[in-house]
């Protein structure tokens, strides 16, 4: 896994995430050279854990209005679906104004406008790339059921569902019974549902990872082992170790941590890691067709080929901060709660770092400050929803066509100011 000095690629790509390896892949399949930097090909990542919706109903920003005093009180719960680390916040802060900006009216609107134009034509371009690895056997179309609790919550979030629905997405209601025919395994708690037909889920967000890794490297990517510390832009990267890695284009696609690399070049940008965790139940026991949402709650449970995952949860403490497990095992009361018959057994947990913007927005284009330097991250919670379609728009902008969906929505120049 390693590349002599002296090869130029026509593209490195920094990340080999699942954002990461789907850029390499696009550019592959249109006969580009590609080099892949990771420090660690095969490790964890926010790609491997992930709840596996291809939640493409998700065309609405996190940032809701009202979301401010609700989330005072989730933070008054130690174990709520939010928690801060306040060390976190003189940093962080930036961030947060800039979240709150996003809820207003307006650009609300706006915002959900552009996240429908990528979510639109996931199918377009992520069936290609499933067919092509040999995932379309794990991807299962049965759509996703949100639910809810009580008719307050469901009367508050009709004009959202409204928006949703104008903007292309399918769903319908359904009441306490069709819920209970839809899913017999969750709690008779549900008074009302929203089943959304064009969702779907994959079998094992890992394994896909693994598929796509193993056909970049079939395709002739080459992999570079290191930490990229700097883009420089007429060369290549620089590692930590000294070395660089020589390329004509590069494509920043680090998740979460793609923040430092973009200030290496002075690009600015507000990117922060979501925390996010889940408990991933292999003998859960029960029968659940489709992931199921739990619209007061804020957690989701997917059925996996793996197990069952029971995931959510928003926690800002930084990259670095260990993990707190024990947000899982409060996911896992959830579980318990909602859906009485799981079987946790040998349940394992994980929490990765959702590569979040304040807007929802991901960042996908050119670096205004650099041209040789293409951006692709930034997904928040919709990075594998939205990998086929940054690959095929990263393609576009390296193969100098028109980008199939107008890309100033996504620009990094939106944080310069
Ligand atoms: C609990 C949870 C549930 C989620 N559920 C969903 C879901 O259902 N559907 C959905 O679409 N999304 C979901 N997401 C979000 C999704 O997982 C992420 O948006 C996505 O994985 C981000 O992919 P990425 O390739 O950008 O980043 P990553 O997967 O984090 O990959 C980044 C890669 O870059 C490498 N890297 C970083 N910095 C450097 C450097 N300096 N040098 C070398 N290598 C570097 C890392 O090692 C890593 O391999 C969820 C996330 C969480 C946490």
């Given at each position: 896994m390693s590349q002599p000095r002296q090869e130029i690629a026509d593209v490195i790509v920094v990340g080999a995430g699942v954002v990461g390896l789907s850029c390499a892949w696009a550019l592959l399949c249109e006969g580009a050279?590609?080099?892949?930097?990771?420090?660690?090909?095969?490790?964890?990542?926010?790609?491997?854990?992930n709840a596996g919706g291809i939640a493409v109903s998700e065309n609405t920003p996190i940032a809701v209005h009202g979301m401010f005093t609700q989330a005072a009180k989730w933070l008054m719960d130690p174990l709520g679906p939010l928690a801060l680390d306040w060390k976190h916040v003189p940093s962080a802060l930036p961030?947060?104004?800039?979240?709150?900006?996003?809820?207003?009216?307006?650009?609300?609107?706006?915002?959900s406008r552009a996240l429908s134009r990528l979510n639109n034509r996931v199918y377009e371009d992520i069936l290609p790339m499933f067919d092509d690895i040999g995932a379309t056997a794990m991807l299962y179309r049965r759509g996703a059921l949100t639910v809810y609790e009580t008719d307050a919550a469901f009367a508050a979030d009709q004009p959202e569902w409204a928006l949703k629905r104008e903007l292309g997405v399918r769903w319908h209601t359904l009441n306490q019974d069709e819920v209970r025919a839809a899913e017999p395994s969750l709690a008779p708690v549900f008074r009302h549902g929203?089943?959304?037909?064009?969702?779907?889920?994959?079998?094992?967000?890992?394994?896909?990872?693994?598929?796509?890794?193993?056909?970049?490297?079939?395709?002739?990517?080459?992999?570079?082992?290191?930490v990229a510390r700097a883009l420089?832009?007429?060369?290549?990267?620089?590692?930590d170790d000294g070395s660089r890695v020589f390329g004509r284009r590069i494509v920043v696609a680090a998740g979460a941590w793609s923040a430092t690399l973009a200030k290496s070049v002075g690009d600015r940008v507000l990117l922060d890691s979501e925390r996010?965790?889940?408990?991933?139940?292999?003998?859960h026991g029960i029968a659940l067709s489709r992931e199921v949402i739990f619209a007061e709650r804020k957690f989701v449970a997917t059925p996996l080929d793996i197990?069952?995952?029971?995931?959510?949860?928003?926690?800002?403490?930084?990259?670095?901060?260990?993990?707190?497990?024990?947000?899982?095992?409060?996911?896992l009361a959830l579980g318990r709660r909602?859906?009485?018959?799981i079987d946790e057994t040998d349940a394992v947990n994980w929490m990765g770092h959702r590569p979040s913007t304040p807007d929802s927005l991901p960042v996908i284009g050119v670096s205004p400050r650099a041209p040789s330097v293409v951006y692709a991250f930034g997904h928040g919670h919709l990075g594998l929803t939205q990998s086929a379609t940054t690959a095929a728009l990263v393609a576009d902008v390296l193969g100098e066509r028109m980008p199939r969906v107008p890309l100033e929505p996504y620009s990094i120049a939106r944080f310069q100011h």
């Open positions: 050279s590609v080099t892949l930097i990771d420090r660690d090909f095969e490790g964890d990542r926010t790609s491997h854990g961030w947060f104004m800039a979240f709150r900006r996003a809820a207003e009216p307006a650009r609300f609107d706006a915002i929203v089943f959304l037909d064009d969702w779907s889920h994959i079998g094992d967000p890992r394994r896909l990872v693994t598929l796509l890794r193993e056909r970049v490297m079939a395709l002739g990517a080459r992999f570079v082992t290191g420089e832009p007429a060369d290549g990267v620089l590692l996010g965790y889940n408990a991933t139940l292999p003998r197990g069952l995952r029971i995931g959510g949860a928003a926690e800002f403490a930084g990259l670095a901060a260990p993990p707190n497990y024990r947000r899982s095992e409060a996911l909602f859906l009485p018959d």
